[in-house]
């Protein structure tokens, strides 16, 4: 690790020749992470997709200057030196950590990568000596200021009220089915499911300590499972659901969490004490549980309450009555 720390070259040692190579190879990264957003979000969100195809054809075109004012002063040949190679450079993030958040943090992310690009222009440009070279470099740092204005423009005239309101429904659609969905029917059936077999061993043997030690094995398992059942079941090709895999986190960590709550109690070592704490928690649980669907799901909140505290209620009930028998 160390050793390749110190094969970068810092900034500051950079010749004016190198500068201007860095910067056009930049340009070109930043122009293919660009082009990789709109076609990213073509489909789901046309208008911020063509947004990101103007901001493609603007980093061509400081690209093509910057490689003219290259072949003046050098020549044709350009080395290759990339962000990696330089010490103290900024980066960018991987693409693939980016293109699958939403299309807010996309957008965020494209004016982050504006203003390291602006920074990097006006470093550039107090370093050049030939007087062409720091017109170009201070110009370039005065357009890469002034994008997020043109950013801005560019969302006016493809983001016009309507398509951002259908685009942002859509986002928040998506964050439902990935996210929201899977959760809550995790954190339902970790918190239902789980009450049974925790109630009952609380009532059958008196003892937290064993109480904890089945509502931690129930939670932990009932979570894998179901992290597992719902990443497996469906890809989200077809279903537009997302990622398998974010939606099996969802889903297995919200049972556990579900399992959990009022397992936790049971740390305390007076029993009594331990199940009043318990029952509170339940009521807690299956409150908010209703109160998400009714939130999020739109679920009527009298249904709700019928479905999920009611049939919390009968599981709990069951567990005891079985624990006391």
């Keep these: 690790m160390f050793a390749f720390l110190g ?20 340009e070109e990264d930043d122009a293919r992470i660009y082009a990789s957003y709109a076609e990213r979000l073509r489909h789901d969100f046309p208008a911020t997709a063509a947004m990101f195809d103007d901001m493609v054809t603007e980093e061509d075109g400081h690209r093509r200057s910057l490689i003219a004012d290259f072949e003046r002063r050098f020549g044709n040949t350009i080395p290759l030196i990339r962000r990696e190679h330089v ?3 900024y980066s960018r993030r991987p693409i693939w950590l980016v293109e699958n958040l939403g299309v807010d943090r996309i957008r965020q992310e494209a004016e982050r990568m504006e203003d390291d ?15 062409g070279t720091r017109k170009l470099l201070g110009d370039l740092a005065l357009q890469e200021g002034g994008h997020l204005d043109r950013v801005a ?23 439902l089915l990935t996210w929201v969905q899977p959760g809550l029917a995790g954190l339902m059936d970790g918190s239902v499911s789980t009450l049974a077999p925790i109630f009952a061993t609380a009532f059958a043997t008196q003892d937290p300590g064993t109480t904890f030690a089945v509502g931690l094995a129930a939670s932990v398992g009932a979570g894998i499972s179901m ?13 537009g659901r997302g990622s398998p895999i974010k939606r099996g986190i969802a889903s297995g960590s919200m049972t556990a969490l579900g399992g959990l709550g009022h397992a936790l109690p049971y740390l305390i070592p007076y029993f009594w ?23 999020f799901m739109e679920t009527p909140f009298l ?8 049939g919390g209620a009968l599981v709990l009930a069951a567990g005891i009555l079985i624990g006391s028998g």
């Design 303 to 310: 249904r709700s309450v019928t479905q999920v505290v009611l």
């Design 153 to 175: 423009a560019s969302e006016a005239t493809h983001l016009t009220q309507d398509a951002r309101q259908d685009e942002d429904e859509r986002a928040r659609r998506q964050t």
């Design 273 to 295: 004490t331990a199940t009043a704490v318990a029952f509170v928690v339940v009521f807690i649980e299956l409150w908010a549980i209703a109160w998400i669907q009714n939130r």
């Design 117 to 131: 690009a602006r920074r990097f222009y006006t470093a550039a440009a107090g370093r050049a000596s030939d007087a």
């Design 87 to 89: 010490a103290g450079y």
């Design 227 to 239: 992290g597992f059942t719902e990443a497996i079941h469906d890809d989200g090709v077809i279903s």
């Design 7 to 26: 094969n970068r070259k810092p900034f500051s040692q950079l010749s004016e020749k190198e500068i201007l190579a860095l910067a056009i190879s930049s």
